[in-house]
Nanobody, 127 residues
Framework: QMQLVESGGGLVQAGGSLRLSCAAS????????MGWFRQAPGKEREFVAA????????WYSDSVRGRFTISRDNAKSMVYLQMNSLKPEDTALYYC????????????????????WGQGTQVTVSS
């Protein structure tokens, strides 16, 4: 399994931007699909975005499409989530995850297939 460490969270006003980073080590980052998930207090974990192993295919939840952008740098073993036009409902603990299958599939949004997870970084958006 891979070790994943998220960073970049913080407190931001509505309409602002944040860039989350996820540093990967100890696994096959270059051949893994990567995803971002989030969980707000009292709510279930929610899919946010995913990117396949080449970076050529991405997918987003309806709630963030057009505002968030996922990207990766395989040379640096990093994955990023650029979050623009943030809303109070984006407040959550954001997790990075790795799927050794490498591809975005019908089950990607469920979180199944992701076998490595980070500890999360908190994003708080004030109104």
């Amino acid at each position: 399994q891979m070790q994943l460490v998220e960073s970049g969270g913080g407190l931001v006003q509505a309409g602002g931007s944040l860039r989350l980073s996820c540093a990967a080590s100890g696994g096959s980052f270059r051949t893994s699909a990567m995803g971002w998930f989030r969980q707000a207090p009292g709510k279930e974990r929610e899919f946010v975005a995913a990117i396949n192993w080449t970076g050529g295919n991405t997918w987003y939840s309806d709630s963030v499409r057009g505002r968030f952008t996922i990207s990766r740098d395989n040379a640096k073993s990093m994955v990023y989530l650029q979050m623009n036009s943030l809303k109070p409902e984006d407040t959550a603990l954001y997790y990075c995850a790795a799927d050794p299958g490498g591809k975005i599939t019908m089950i990607t949004m469920t979180g199944r297939g992701f076998d490595s997870w980070g500890q999360g970084t908190q994003v708080t958006v004030s109104s």
